[in-house]
């Protein structure tokens, strides 16, 4: 018999980031949480450039101690190389806003993630890996628990006031619900892996995320050293040009690194430690952000090309904006559609904006020629780099491109 005071009110699917954060924020308050994991951590993840952004999350996580007092590299700026080789001037977080949350990490997200799983635990959230849900269950348009598969093939039903889906990219309710709505436009694919011994810059450069355009612009790499003297490396491109009617993902690699003299100058001399890993970096979101009695958080709710590194802030804010959302709703005793998801729309707001500088680096945009153009705008784009998103400012930022898209196009003539 099922003890109904111990029973949860809020089931989480997925023990990433953001499935971390929610758990934990929740805790913190007082509800009941059991989260569900399939995997058993550590387990590998790529994704481990975090953005200063991060910092006020991780805070209410109280996850800082425990990151100040890692091995994780310190980052303390992004820097970008274009397609001739030309070097911008590094975009120092600290330049921009002088405060702790200027200085954030490079992680491995193995490490990273069994931290913030760890953490939740010690806030009372009671975690269960190795266990798969099979299913979110319904009473008509309302979420009332999941189905799980444990480790001996037993199956059970959790019924729960909320259901949390955090599960990443395979996001059960997005595909249960037909709710998936792609974006065309940035069709991406990317190859990566890790070398020991490559090149890294002195000092206070040691930790930056270096962003590398490849020589036929078709394509960027992502250059992000890790301790142990470790560094990640891929190639990002569109999903035809990197995987179809080309050889394996190896020699794609290393015709694409040929392409890309400034990447390749750095690996030079360096042992190559793993295989050769592959993906789709398909960029989509979800219809809506809940429903009655369900929230998607994280890649479950949307992912967003890796170009800026907002995979981890993404999935940090989307769990604390809706954890913020069920506590309010418990206490209420509303779990509706339209308490769940009154963040939605800021949220939404502030990834388009992200999504937006995206675009315009695909396009051609580059950060020296507009910085120098507009001088005013240097710290609203290093706002927009660290993840800075919600503010309505920003938007000038996007008519000042477009004004010197206008300039280029008559200059042209």
């Known amino acids: 018999m099922i003890d109904i005071q111990n029973k949860p009110q809020v089931v989480v699917i997925g023990g990433g980031p953001a499935g971390a954060t929610v758990s934990t924020l929740l805790a913190q308050q007082g509800v009941r949480v059991e989260l569900f994991e399939r995997e058993k951590f550590p387990r590998f993840h790529i994704g481990e450039s975090l953005i200063p952004e991060t910092y006020w999350v991780l805070k209410r996580l109280n996850m800082l101690p425990k990151l100040k007092n890692s091995q994780f590299i310190k980052k303390y700026s992004v820097q970008f190389v274009s397609d001739s080789g030309k070097q911008s001037a590094p975009f120092y977080f600290h330049d921009n806003k002088d405060h702790d949350c200027s200085q954030t990490w490079q992680v491995r997200r193995s490490e990273f993630d069994e931290m913030m799983l760890r953490n939740a635990e010690e806030h009372g959230v009671k975690t269960h890996e190795g266990v798969r ?27 729960a006031d909320v259901v949390v889906d955090a599960s990443g990219q395979s996001s059960m309710l997005i595909n249960k619900l037909k709710l998936r709505v792609s974006d065309p436009s940035l069709n991406k694919g990317s190859i990566w ?45 569109d999903f035809d040009y990197l995987f179809k009617g080309r050889g394996s993902h ?11 003299p400034a990447a390749k100058m ?86 388009e904006r992200m999504r937006k500088l995206v675009c315009e680096y695909y396009d051609g945009f580059n950060f020296g020629r507009f910085v120098r153009r507009f001088p005013n705008h240097r710290g609203d784009i290093t706002d927009l780099l660290i993840g800075d998103l919600f503010k309505d400012s920003l938007d000038k930022v996007f008519e000042s491109i477009a004004t010197m898209k206008t300039e280029s196009e008559a200059m042209a003539e």
């Open 250 to 260: 190896e020699e794609v690699f290393a015709e694409e690194l040929d392409r890309c």
């Open 266 to 351: 750095r690996v030079e001399g360096a042992e190559q430690v793993t295989k050769i890993f592959a993906t789709k970096d398909f960029t989509y979101k979800s219809k809506q952000a809940a429903g009655d009695g369900w929230v998607l958080i994280g890649d479950a709710l949307g992912f967003l090309d890796p170009l800026y590194s907002s995979g981890v802030l993404l999935a940090l804010k989307s769990g604390e904006l809706a954890a913020d959302a069920i506590v309010e709703g418990l206490k209420k005793g509303d779990t509706s559609r339209n308490q769940l998801s009154h963040w939605e729309k800021q949220y939404m707001v502030g990834m």
């Open 133 to 159: 849900v099979l299913d979110v269950l319904f009473d008509g348009d309302r979420a009332t628990g999941i189905q799980i598969m444990d480790e001996n093939g037993e199956k059970r039903e959790v019924h």
């Open 193 to 237: 892996t890790y070398f020991k011994g490559a090149k890294r810059d002195p000092g206070r450069d040691e930790g930056a995320t270096t962003v590398l355009q490849v020589e036929n612009k078709q394509g960027w790499f992502w250059y992000i050293p890790l301790h142990d003297d470790i560094v990640s490396i891929g190639v990002v491109g």
